[in-house]
């Protein structure tokens, strides 16, 4: 196992489009609004001058794309910062690099520039000659929900400017990524910071090769707004009666009752749902057996995987 570090935008953020710039800076400042406990909701001063700090720092060559050098640029209340804002009182800047650098206190080890920094295409082995790699990121020594939806959103961010840079000639399949407990990235009553990047993944991934793989054991938490960039499903037993009417309009083409054997469902059945075709499918145990791993062994094994 091994650290990974975010840069907190990516090194080539000056060439992308505007909009794409403005985009990710949302996407960026909502991450990390989060854990400052900004209001996601409201106007909210601070958060503006979040959004327009990060896209003004990968503008400026040579400017460490971290935390450190986010804070350092709202400090000195750049020139370029302040005209890109349009203003706001001084007191606003302050504020927030003061929020920011107790932030950078508190979470030096998801903040810290130290590790490998992330690059998606070394994480998929590409450049490996006739080799696939597997790669597993394990969130759960992160602590607190905010964290891992701030990694989670940059991670998602990252993957999102990999796909735009490397087309899939002819949409042929590069990787796949699997997200489980996906309900809570992509939540239906609730807005994480996940949340934009993801939908925005779903409706680019396809183009340039990549699949997503979203797994839950509570697709009643899903947001099925976004179920129309799904192609396909694979559902097991279910028995909450709202996640089971959520799932109904999406059975109806089913030559049975699908949504009402749903909760009778034994280990290995499934529903396939495919372009409005439903199909049952019964599948075999897996020939790896799987079982709980405490965490000490996941650190053993993360160090050594011999031990």
Known sequence: GRPLALPVVPADLAELPETEREQIGRFTAAALGAMLGYRTKAIDAKMAILGKAIEVLGSIPGRELSVRGLQQLIEDQDDTLVQAVGGLDGKHYKRLAEDLMTLMLQRENLLGTKGETLDIGTLLGKGLANRARLSILNLQF?????????????????????????????????AVFLFDEADQYLPATRQPATKGPMENLLRRARSAGLSLFLATQSPGDLDYKCRDQIRLWLIGRVKEPVAIAKLKPMLEAAKMDAASRLSGQGTGQFFLVREREVTPVQTSPSLIPTAQVPEDRVLRLAVDPRS
């Open 142 to 174: 992160l602590g607190g929900s905010d964290a891992m939806d701030f990694w989670v959103s940059q991670f998602l961010v990252a993957v999102g400017r990999w796909a735009a840079r490397h087309p899939a000639p002819g949409g042929q399949l590069q």
